[in-house]
């Protein structure tokens, strides 16, 4: 997801990148919780009936479903921001606060797409300056990150 915002006191222009997420904490939060409840009472079930090894199984099983879905809403949590004023480019790279922070010239910095010589292979949108490649977007689908190279050229002055 992008969106694009314009400062007008300062002349500049922050555009802050998310990828797409299905669900929230609140959300994941609910379905764990039922999730455990089902897979609680057939482990129950079970151990009452003398199968009292499902149990810890039906547990193992919880706790892998409750990590992999942490690790799928940490990767929807990072967010890009590109802060493009007269005399520099800004990306910071985080998820509640920026982790990363990269700084660029205005004037030398080059924006490139570069597209997959593999057919249905995502391209790569990247700043340069002096032999250092930062990447920008690589969560976003072909169209995003093409409408986003389109607009960081008309920010950037066609560059």
Not at 38 to 56: D, K
Not at 125 to 140: I, P, Y
Request: a positive charge; glycine letters at 8%; aromatic letters at 8%.
């Amino acid at each position: 997801m992008i969106v694009l915002e314009a400062d007008r006191a300062s002349g500049g222009h922050r555009i802050v990148l998310r990828p797409n997420g299905s669900i929230d904490d609140s959300q994941m939060r609910l379905v764990l919780a039922a999730m455990a409840l089902l897979m609680g009472t057939i482990g129950v079930s079970f151990a009452a009936m003398g199968l009292w090894l499902v149990l810890p199984f039906s547990g193992i099983e919880w706790l892998l479903l409750a990590y992999c879905f942490v690790l799928s809403l940490r990767k929807t949590q990072v967010q890009e921001v590109i802060t493009i004023d007269r005399s520099r480019v800004r990306l910071e790279v985080g998820r509640a606060r920026p982790e990363s922070i990269y700084e660029f010239q205005r004037p030398w910095v080059r924006l490139k797409l570069i597209r997959s010589p593999y057919r249905g292979h995502p391209s790569r949108l990247s700043f340069w300056l002096r032999g250092r490649e930062v990447e920008v977007g690589g969560f976003l689908i072909e169209s995003e990150r093409t409408e986003l190279a389109r607009e960081l050229r008309n920010l950037l002055g066609n560059r």
